[in-house]
Structure formats: structure tokens, C-alpha cells
T-cell receptor, first 112, second 116 residues
Framework: QKEVEQDPGPLSVPEGAIVSLNCTYS??????FMWYRQYSRKGPELLMY????GNKEDGRFTAQVDKSSKYISLFIRDSQPSDSATYLC????????????FGAGTRLAVHP | NAGVMQNPRHLVRRRGQEARLRCSPM?????VYWYRQLPEEGLKFMVY????????ESGMPKERFSAEFPKEGPSILRIQQVVRGDSAAYFC??????????????FGPGTRLLVL
């Protein structure tokens, strides 16, 4: 079993739709949770960063963490064609500098 | 305000040759991580370095791979005697030095290695 599971998609939605992206994980020691966006043949770009459980909102993006269920989500409101990319969840432990454990990524396509 | 820089962006090597990948972290960052991304897969951690120190190399293959981050200059990931299975995108990330933000990592554009 992988430490972080993420449905690879692809996920295709019409412009303006609400997108829900999810990851589950098995290690309860994870404390920090991130979402990265990766355009084709580019480096991952940090979108959202959350500590422990709860919600965090930034513009059209909302990140949720449910540690009791070991489940994290990223919601994208009013999706745009420019949101078409691969979305990677990542997580790490508390205590300073640590490697990130990534999901496989979900490929999202928003069509006009 | 330059981000993480990596070069070369693309590298072609024949089997048995050496590959050297370079990474310059963001200004103010002294912690460097290397990750490898195989086609259609997520990123896999390889090694974490601070200046002149390897802190965690648990993701590095035992043979042919090495990494350094000297006092002066960029971090180097070196792959000796490359094989076709080394073909992948290699990403470098750096994180800030100040407390409270250590967990955030910022990625470079990657080096895409193709072994013929």
C-alpha cells in the first residue's frame, strides 16, 4: 500500500465547474499538507499549505484536511481553462526539515 | 527575485556516461532537496542537503548516484554510468531557513534526462 493515494484521473470538467481533488494517506504522523500544481513539462508550483486539520481558503482554492479520516481535499471554484494541469498532494512530518511524500497526481482538464 | 534554478533543462546521455545536474536554491534558502519523477508518476524523494552536509539520503540508489552542496556554488546531483532506467525528470527544491516555514518547499523547473 502506498503511503499517499491519489486518483490519477484524468478529470474533465466544463469551465465554471467546482472541482474536487482528493488524497488519502496511511501515516498518522503527517502534520503538514500541501497542494502543488504542475503544468506539462514544468516544475511543481506550491498552491496551498496547511498545518494539521481544518480548512484554508485562498481565492478560488480551498484546502481541507481531515486527520481523523486521513483524507485531504482541494476545491477549485469557478474553474478556468488555465487551471488545466496536474495537481499533486504532498505531506510531511512535524519537526522542521523533512522530505515530502507525494501522491501520483490528478490530471485535470477544464474545457471552455 | 529569482526562483530555484536548475541546469541544464534537458540532458541527453548515452548508456555508461555520466550526468551532472545542477541546482541553485532561492535566495535566503540553504536547504536543498532532490526528487525524481518518472513518467506518469509522482515525485519521489532522493536526498536532502544543507551546505556541506548530506542530511537524509534515504531515497538515493546505493550505487552510481551521489549528491553534494558545497560551501560555494550550486548543489550537484551526479549519476555515473547512466542506464536507460535513469531517464526521468529530476527536480530540485529549496526551503527557507527561518522557523515556521521550513516545511514549504519551492521547486525548480527540473532537468529532463534522457538516456539513449
Amino acid at each position: 500500500q502506498k503511503e499517499v493515494e491519489q486518483d490519477p484521473g484524468p478529470l474533465s470538467v466544463p469551465e465554471g465547474a467546482i472541482v474536487s481533488l482528493n488524497c488519502t494517506y496511511s501515516n498518522s504522523a503527517f502534520q503538514y499538507f500541501m497542494w502543488y500544481r504542475q503544468y506539462s513539462r514544468k516544475g511543481p508550483e506550491l498552491l496551498m499549505y496547511t498545518y494539521s486539520s481544518g480548512n484554508k481558503e485562498d481565492g478560488r482554492f480551498t484546502a481541507q484536511v481531515d486527520k481523523s479520516s486521513k483524507y485531504i481535499s482541494l476545491f477549485i471554484r469557478d474553474s478556468q481553462p488555465s487551471d488545466s494541469a496536474t495537481y499533486l498532494c504532498a505531506m510531511t512530518f512535524s519537526g522542521g526539515y523533512n522530505k515530502l511524500i507525494f501522491g501520483a497526481g490528478t490530471r485535470l482538464a477544464v474545457h471552455p | 527575485n529569482a526562483g530555484v534554478m536548475q541546469n541544464p533543462r534537458h540532458l541527453v546521455r548515452r548508456r555508461g556516461q555520466e550526468a551532472r545536474l545542477r541546482c541553485s536554491p532561492m535566495k535566503g534558502h540553504s536547504h536543498v532537496y532532490w526528487y525524481r519523477q518518472l513518467p506518469e508518476e509522482g515525485l519521489k524523494f532522493m536526498v536532502y542537503l544543507q551546505k556541506e552536509n548530506i542530511i537524509d539520503e534515504s531515497g538515493m540508489p546505493k550505487e552510481r548516484f551521489s549528491a553534494e552542496f558545497p560551501k560555494e556554488g550550486p548543489s550537484i546531483l551526479r549519476i555515473q554510468q547512466v542506464v536507460r532506467g535513469d531517464s526521468a525528470a529530476y527536480f530540485c527544491a529549496s526551503s527557507p531557513t527561518w522557523r515556521g516555514l521550513q516545511e514549504t518547499q519551492y521547486f525548480g523547473p527540473g532537468t529532463r534526462l534522457l538516456v539513449l
